[in-house]
């Protein structure tokens, strides 16, 4: 265990200055975009498979359980960042007509501020934001919707 550990140090060392790099380019998009490529699957990641693997180990008999429940929340997951991309940059008519211009513009700041480290307690705090100014990205919401029934059209075909 101690030597992964070391090895993760070293790594993590090395990375120092990239980071930087990633985080004044546009890479740190890329990197999101390919680490939630293979959203839905266990092949997206290598600590996906790591993690299905001792999940298997360690209970014997549940593994079509963890698909299933892994496949949905990565599906929720990439749907929600879908919706955060469309907020930032599509001009939402509900979000104009319940905010003005002036809601509009929160709203696509607070989406892109959460672009880059959207987790689910951020995600649930914007919720909450929302829902305090009685704004809703319907429109978004719409398209959201309209991607959604496109991909299962298409995978269905």
Do not use: Q
Request: glycine fraction near 8%.
């Amino acid at each position: 265990m101690m030597i992964w550990i070391y090895r993760l140090v070293i790594v993590v060392k090395k990375l120092e200055g990239a980071v930087r790099v990633i985080m004044e380019s546009d890479l740190l998009m890329r990197m999101l975009g390919v680490n939630i490529g293979g959203a839905g699957t266990l092949i997206a990641s290598l600590a996906s498979l790591i993690t299905f693997r001792e999940y298997c180990a360690h209970n014997p008999g549940k593994a079509g359980s963890y698909l299933a429940k892994f496949t949905a929340l990565n599906f929720g997951f990439a749907g929600v960042l879908t919706l955060l991309h469309l907020m930032a940059k599509v001009e939402d008519t509900n979000l104009y007509h319940r905010g003005g211009e002036a809601g509009a513009a929160w709203a696509k700041a607070e989406a892109e501020k959460l672009l880059p480290c959207a987790d689910r307690e951020r995600v649930e705090v914007l919720d909450d934001a929302f829902i305090a100014r009685r704004l809703s990205p319907g429109g978004c919401a719409d398209l959201l919707a309209v991607c959604w029934m496109l991909y299962f059209l298409k995978t269905e075909t």
